[in-house]
């Protein structure tokens, strides 16, 4: 599976993006498909993850970035999302996906796309 991740850019806080992350391969719908973020100088961390046809399309996020981010996928397009609304200047990072079929392991990476939030 090889992940493409896009729609990163320079937003003001209280803006809103949305990343899309295109995955090639006929099994996508059964990965479990997750958004990374890693900031300067810190360690990447795990944003948000929506899991596969086996699990029903479940969503998990983090507590920073509850009820501001949606991550919702389209399995007809091979093509997980993540919205993100309300962006705050800590939300500036390197935004990753990743795919995984048994969690927490992550088989595959995207390339990353940047995220700054101007305040």
């Known amino acids: 599976v090889q992940l493409q991740a896009s729609g990163g850019g320079l937003v003001q806080a209280g803006g809103s993006l949305r990343l899309s992350c295109a995955a090639s391969g006929r099994t996508f719908s059964r990965f479990d498909m997750g958004w990374f973020r890693q900031a300067p100088g810190k360690e990447r961390e795990f944003v948000a993850v929506i899991s596969g046809s086996g699990g029903g399309g479940l969503t998990y996020y983090a507590d920073s970035v509850k009820g501001r981010f949606t991550v919702s996928r389209d399995n007809t397009l091979n093509t997980v999302y993540l919205q993100m609304n309300r962006l705050k200047p800590e939300d500036t990072a390197v935004y990753y996906c990743?795919?995984?079929?048994?969690?927490?392991?992550?088989?595959?990476w995207g390339q990353g796309t940047q995220v700054t939030v101007s305040s």
């Open positions: 990743a795919a995984g079929e048994r969690l927490p392991v992550y088989d595959f």
